[in-house]
């Protein structure tokens, strides 16, 4: 009797991120890449290491960014993918709790 040196094994994990995205829905918000004019944008979901905004426009995988969120202080960033209207970005730096708290309660 033949036996397998294969073992079957759990699917992989769709959502892989360390922190929990919330949804949002913040209209006014900017992203600028480098060498750019500021672009208006959506805000769709947020963490405190990254968010996920609606732009029309597209960016390279790894472009440096900044970007505003109701009219806040300029963050810095990277984008980690564009699609489909939508860009993936990751934050130099965790964003401030109270800053984050601001964003997550705010409807605008």
Known sequence: MATSAYRKV?????EQRGAVR????IKR???RGHGR???????DDLSVYGCRIAVDSLFKTGERL???FAGGKAIAANAVW???GKLGCRFDEPLDRDLFRSLTLVFD
């Open 37 to 43: 004019q500021p672009l208006d944008a959506e805000l």
């Open 66 to 68: 900044w970007l505003r």
């Open 22 to 25: 919330h949804p949002v829905v």
């Open 82 to 84: 564009c699609e489909d």
């Open 10 to 14: 759990a699917p992989a994990k769709l």
């Open 29 to 31: 918000a900017s992203v």
